[in-house]
């Protein structure tokens, strides 16, 4: 089938969905695969539980005969394909934000700016690879006035890719750092990969990128670009400093030089979000939202999903930060942390996956680092952490730390807890 035949389908369902288990009356199933799961095997299922249209890629799952079943080459190309056509018809602006650290925070704060004065589609959670970015754009209607498009990659090639399938008219790069070093190879390979998104925006026509001006790895690589720039010195489009972090951050922040000054105070925890919230300042004002509706949303921003949460429990004080981890996000956190004016700090630590021959060098770094501080009591968990040279309490998986926290919980903390998402100390949260 033609793809403007099978976009004309589309315009009659009122949704997509790739989930058997969530089918809306009306809509489109598009039946993907992944390495233990077949969507062709739920096509009719999906139909009798109220969609309209499967879309399939094997012949078998095709009932001959009725035109509900289209048969396709490739389910995942028709479900890119069919995204990037929508986008084109629709022509919605759309800012591509991708980064090591940072993006989905950053891309939640610019959604809650933009909110205050447009009607914005934003990525929902973190979907933001092959089938999450077109997934997002098919959500697309006539009324949006703008699109805030989260990308991420593990290897060189997929920010290419997805900027490709969502052709963004403005694009930022939140940061870059040491993450999923086994995909990209090495930390230039990451420069390379992001940097995909500004190469993209080179090749349209009157595209802007905005850009964190104090990084130098950005500043190198954003050469030819329409650039607004935010950052400390005074000169620029946005610029600010931090006033005070403990726990929650605040700053200052000003358009140009001789602008007003506004004083913040959020609910995200960590400086390094202060950085993220200049960039949602800096798009918000590029697209003309009044300064006080930008810090009425800066201000009612509360993290989720584990980002940087501080939850109170009856015995401590929690930073959780469990969702996810790499060297260069690992660091700042500790480095925020050992800054705090509180009493009492406790780390749990779990291990940082995904950095191939660089691991073990990396983990011995953030060792190292907190030995350089002066935290009451350490906590790691994870093989990766348990085979650097220290000699803090180690546990191997975060059921093992849970048992042994029903036993000896510890009490008047204020306690970091940080590691990558596959070690699960998220769960730990529950027994402090």
């Known amino acids: 089938m033609e793809l403007s035949a099978l976009y004309q389908i589309f315009l009659e369902c009122n949704t997509v969905t790739t989930d058997s288990r969530n089918c809306p009356k009306g809509s489109m199933f598009i039946a993907l695969k992944g390495d233990s799961f077949n969507g062709n095997a739920f096509a009719t299922q ?6 309209a249209y499967a879309i399939v890629d094997e012949a078998a799952h095709a009932v001959k005969g009725d035109k509900r079943y289209i048969l396709v080459d490739s389910c995942i190309e028709t479900l890119q394909q069919l995204a990037n056509y929508h986008r084109r018809q629709l022509g919605t602006r759309i800012i591509g934000i991708t980064g090591t650290n940072g993006k989905t925070t ?4 610019i959604s809650a700016v933009l909110s205050q004065s447009y009607n914005i589609l934003h990525t929902q959670g973190n979907l933001n690879n092959h089938i999450g970015v077109p997934a997002t754009l098919l959500r697309l209607k006539a009324e949006h006035d703008l699109a805030v498009i989260e990308m991420g990659a593990n290897h060189p090639g997929e920010i290419k890719f997805l900027a490709e399938i969502a052709e963004p008219d403005y694009g930022i790069i939140t940061n870059v750092g040491k993450a999923h070093l086994e995909g990209f190879g090495s930390f230039e390979g990451v420069i390379k990969t992001k940097g ?3 190469d993209f925006l080179r090749k349209k026509e009157g595209a802007i990128i905005f850009i964190h001006h104090d990084n130098p790895y950005l500043m190198n690589i954003a ?5 607004i720039p935010y950052g400390n010195d005074e000169s620029l489009y946005v610029n600010g400093h931090v006033t005070g972090n403990s726990p929650y951050l605040t700053f200052e922040w000003k358009a140009g030089k001789n602008g007003e000054n506004y004083e913040v105070e959020t609910q995200l925890i960590g400086e390094y979000n202060f950085t993220n919230a200049l960039a949602a300042i800096t798009i ?4 003309k939202v009044e300064p006080q509706k930008i810090n009425k949303a800066l201000t009612e921003y509360a993290p989720q999903n584990n980002r940087s949460q501080l939850k109170k429990t009856a015995e401590n004080t929690l930073i959780i930060d469990a969702y996810n981890a790499n060297p260069t ?3 700042a956190a500790l480095e925020n942390f050992n800054k705090m004016t ?7 630590l779990g291990d940082m996956r995904e950095l191939g021959a660089e691991s073990a060098a990396e983990h011995q770094k953030i060792v190292d680092f907190i030995k350089a501080c002066e935290f009451e009591k350490v906590i790691f968990v994870g093989n990766l952490f348990a085979a650097a040279e220290h000699s803090y309490q180690t546990y191997s998986n975060a059921q093992e730390l849970i048992q042994a926290l029903q036993t000896d919980k510890p009490k008047d903390y204020t306690i970091l807890i940080k590691g990558s998402n596959g070690i699960k100390l ?6 402090l």
């Not at 999906?46 to 969609?51: E, K, L, V, Y």
């Not at 950053?106 to 704060?109: G, H, P, Y």
């Not at 509180?342 to 749990?348: D, G, Q």
């Open 196 to 198: 995909e998104l500004y």
């Open 329 to 331: 996000s690992m660091m």
């Open 342 to 348: 509180v009493a009492h700090k406790m780390l749990i």
């Open 284 to 287: 918000g004002r590029f697209f």
């Open 223 to 227: 050469s030819g670009l329409n650039q």
């Open 46 to 51: 999906a139909i009798n539980d109220g969609c």
């Open 426 to 431: 998220s769960s730990v949260a529950d027994y």
């Open 106 to 109: 950053t891309k939640e704060l």
